[in-house]
């Protein structure tokens, strides 16, 4: 039986960290991994040879920058998901998250979304965007599903 493609994305830092919590599952599925290019990433590539692709690091922070990164980003989200054609996206945001979730649902993909560890009581901006179409989203603090009530209340990720 083939395993199922698995693209877990997320952009870097705490929602990588998070993320990188479910690295027990990347052996027993056909996995791949997409972050944000940071010297501190590129160790994932010795780690997980063959499965690592990178995005274009920005945040709105770069504001000069940001819609031409965001552009970027999107058409080489694209070219991965062409690339990769993933059963399941997995991710825990933030905006490099968000395109790559939007191509998946609208080619086939089932996209499983876990909302921050960070925030207890407020949306993040790509859990708004993603939680109307996400075929599992999964929050980490009981008080969230007030916020999201279809949600599935799933405890700590670490």
């Given at each position: ?7 877990f994305i997320s952009s870097t830092g705490g929602h990588l960290n998070e993320l990188l919590q479910l690295k027990d599952l990347f052996d ?48 080489k989200s694209l070219y991965f998901y062409l690339k990769i054609h993933p059963d399941y996206i997995i991710t825990t945001g933030t905006h ?63």
């Open positions: 039986m083939e395993k199922k493609r698995v693209l027993r599925y056909d996995s791949y991994l997409i972050t944000e290019k940071t010297k501190s990433n590129l160790s994932l590539l010795k780690k997980y040879p063959g499965k690592v692709s990178f995005l274009v690091y920005g945040t709105k922070s770069h504001f000069l920058t940001y819609p031409f990164r965001l552009f970027w980003n999107c058409c490099t998250a968000g395109p790559m979730c939007c191509i998946g649902k609208i080619l086939g993909s089932r996209i499983i979304y876990i909302e921050t560890f960070a925030n207890i009581h407020s949306k993040t901006a790509t859990g708004k965007l993603i939680y109307p179409f996400a075929d599992m989203f999964i929050v980490q603090w009981e008080s969230m599903k007030k916020l999201y009530p279809d949600s599935i209340y799933g405890g700590w990720i670490f």
